[in-house]
């Protein structure tokens, strides 16, 4: 694997060991100072009484139906972040909040089972509707708030009600005038509505029942990344990328102008924010966007092609427009490219 050559050395120590024998704790982690600002959060807002246990485990997530929120694993460990952070993009303080206030959302949902009622389906959908990961979303409708990234409220009704929610929470959203004259505007009044009736009431379902934990986790580190990263590599690594990339950043080689860029190093340099993006509006799978963008740093690195001085902001954009339209040709054909039948 391609971001396994990037292992830091005082992780590699880690990689074939089962993660269930790393000793693992929530308690007096670095991501601990999160969960504890979300209860304040919640009891700013006047959730008095909805607090809900957090657990580490294989990704964010809630357990269907349970009101308690799974935080990545590697959040707790500063050599397992820094594994992260080369293979996955590790999530920052503002992207570790968001999802823990979109997992909140679900853990109140279930909590008082608010999906049970007929103003909940009314608003969100039917609770019961199969999910579907390759969802095609609708980009810019109003029907729906804008959190975490890929339109992901559009995904089903539950992720709706907690995008909803996590906008609702989230403090300075300005959510009344950001979202006025939407049609999103009547879910986020019923979540403030709803608020502010349980408050201070105790939930019929306090705690929720873990499924995976962290203490139960048998597989080592690297199959965990190799497994859930190895399909999204082998699709993006079948690309014919040299006609295009030759197209868009010079043809000479670095060696022959001293004075050139490597246009590995350019989309190296910026990989985090291209991938941020592309995610964000196209709404095709985080991995898969990185390892698109992975594949084209190292194509350019096997070609050497360059940038020259003057074009770097030019190449950038233009790279950049490159994987966004790969990224639609996905999610529309779901492959980067038309096959020769099409």
Same mark, same amino acid.
């Given at each position: 694997?391609?971001?396994?050559?990037?292992?830091? &050395?005082?992780?590699?120590?880690?990689?074939?060991?089962?993660?269930?024998?790393?000793?693992?704790?929530?308690?007096?982690?670095?991501?601990?100072?999160?969960?504890?600002?979300?209860?304040?959060?919640?009891?700013?807002?006047?959730?008095?009484?909805?607090?809900?246990?957090?657990?580490?485990?294989?990704?964010?997530?809630?357990?269907?139906?349970?009101?308690?929120?799974?935080? &990545?694993? %590697?959040?707790?460990?500063?050599?397992?972040?820094?594994?992260?952070?080369?293979?996955?993009?590790?999530?920052?303080?503002?992207?570790?909040?968001? %999802?823990?206030?979109?997992?909140?959302?679900?853990?109140?949902?279930?909590?008082?089972?608010?999906?049970?009622?007929?103003?909940?389906?009314?608003?969100?959908?039917?609770?019961?509707?199969?999910? @579907?990961?390759?969802?095609?979303?609708?980009?810019?409708?109003?029907?729906?708030?804008?959190?975490?990234? /890929?339109?992901?409220?559009?995904?089903?009704?539950?992720?709706?009600? *907690?995008?909803?929610?996590?906008?609702?929470?989230?403090?300075?959203?300005?959510? @009344?005038?950001?979202?006025?004259?939407?049609?999103?505007?009547?879910?986020?009044?019923?979540?403030?509505?709803?608020? =502010?009736?349980?408050?201070?009431?105790?939930?019929?379902?306090?705690?929720?029942?873990?499924?995976?934990?962290?203490?139960?986790?048998?597989?080592?580190?690297?199959?965990? %990344? =190799?497994?859930?990263?190895?399909?999204?590599?082998?699709?993006?690594?079948?690309?014919?990328?040299?006609?295009?990339?030759?197209?868009?950043?010079?043809?000479?080689? +670095?060696?022959?102008? &001293?004075?050139?860029?490597?246009? *590995?190093?350019?989309?190296?340099?910026?990989?985090?924010?291209?991938?941020?993006?592309?995610? %964000?509006?196209? /709404?095709?799978?985080?991995?898969?966007?990185?390892?698109?963008?992975?594949?084209?740093?190292?194509?350019?690195?096997?070609?050497?092609?360059?940038?020259?001085?003057? +074009?770097? @902001?030019?190449?950038?954009?233009?790279?950049?427009?490159?994987?966004?339209?790969?990224?639609?040709?996905?999610?529309?054909?779901?492959?980067?490219?038309?096959?020769?039948?099409?």
């Amino acid at each position: 694997m391609y971001a396994f050559e990037k292992t830091p &050395p005082e992780v590699e120590e880690l990689l074939r060991r089962p993660i269930k024998e790393l000793g693992l704790k929530l308690e007096g982690s670095s991501v601990e100072k999160f969960v504890q600002q979300l209860y304040r959060e919640l009891d700013k807002k006047g959730l008095k009484r909805f607090r809900p246990p957090c657990y580490l485990t294989d990704e964010w997530g809630c357990p269907s139906g349970e009101p308690i929120i799974g935080i &990545p694993f %590697y959040l707790a460990d500063p050599k397992l972040a820094a594994l992260e952070r080369e293979m996955n993009d590790l999530e920052d303080e503002r992207e570790i909040m968001m %999802y823990l206030r979109h997992e909140a959302g679900h853990a109140f949902n279930y909590a008082y089972r608010f999906y049970k009622t007929r103003e909940w389906r009314d608003l969100f959908g039917p609770f019961r509707r199969p999910y @579907r990961d390759d969802y095609e979303p609708v980009p810019f409708s109003r029907k729906f708030v804008r959190h975490i990234a /890929g339109w992901y409220a559009q995904k089903h009704p539950d992720e709706d009600f *907690a995008e909803t929610f996590a906008v609702w929470l989230t403090p300075r959203s300005g959510w @009344r005038t950001k979202y006025r004259g939407w049609a999103a505007m009547r879910k986020l009044r019923y979540v403030d509505r709803i608020a =502010r009736r349980f408050g201070d009431v105790e939930p019929p379902r306090a705690r929720g029942a873990a499924d995976v934990t962290v203490d139960e986790m048998e597989t080592t580190i690297e199959d965990f %990344y =190799r497994d859930a990263r190895q399909s999204d590599e082998a699709l993006a690594a079948r690309l014919p990328l040299d006609v295009d990339l030759k197209e868009i950043f010079a043809k000479s080689r +670095r060696r022959r102008r &001293p004075t050139a860029r490597p246009a *590995a190093d350019l989309v190296s340099e910026c990989r985090k924010p291209i991938v941020d993006r592309v995610t %964000y509006w196209t /709404g095709v799978r985080r991995p898969l966007v990185k390892s698109l963008v992975e594949s084209i740093e190292r194509r350019l690195r096997e070609l050497e092609l360059a940038t020259e001085p003057g +074009r770097e @902001r030019g190449d950038l954009a233009a790279v950049t427009a490159y994987v966004t339209t790969l990224a639609m040709n996905y999610l529309v054909r779901g492959e980067f490219i038309a096959t020769e039948e099409e």
